[in-house]
Each structure stands twice: as structure tokens, then as C-alpha cells.
């Protein structure tokens, strides 16, 4: 599998909404981090869905590792 490109070395922390659905970019190609915008077209990534459970500010990840995508588990601190 093809490796993500690394957006930054930080996790996005996003206010999202109750029942509102994101597209969280895998690719790391996407100019609306952390969302997708389709940039991935071409590739093998596609971007995963995150339905938000509560209205609550969320930390997305930002440098595509994450075991625990599309939120950040801290894996950017070993990059």
C-alpha cells in the first residue's frame, strides 16, 4: 500500500455537530485539511467517514498514521 502524505505533525481539533457527517482525507493530498476534496482520485485512498456522536470539538489526525483513524492517537509524536 501506498503511504499517505503527511498533511502536518499535529492533529486538527474541529468543533463538529450532532449527527453531522465529515469525510476525513486519508490521503493527506486534500487543500481543505482535514477533509477530503477529492484529491485522492487516482490513488488507492478514499476517505473515511466520521459521523459525528455529540456536538464536541474532535482532534482529526493530521499526519495520516493514526491507528485510531480518522481521530489522532498521538502518533505524530514518533515521526
Known amino acids: ?16 455537530e450532532a449527527g453531522r457527517t465529515y469525510y476525513w482525507c486519508r490521503c493527506g493530498r486534500s487543500a481543505q485539511q ?4 477529492g484529491s485522492h482520485k487516482g490513488t488507492e485512498f478514499t476517505p ?4 459525528a456522536g455529540k456536538s464536541e470539538t474532535v482532534y482529526f489526525c493530521g499526519c495520516k498514521t493514526s491507528a485510531k483513524a480518522p481521530l489522532c492517537d498521538g502518533s505524530h509524536k514518533r515521526l
Open 1 to 16: 500500500m501506498t503511504q499517505a502524505k503527511i498533511a502536518q505533525r499535529a492533529p486538527y481539533p474541529v468543533a463538529v
Open 34 to 37: 482535514p477533509f477530503c476534496d
Open 48 to 51: 473515511i467517514e466520521f459521523i
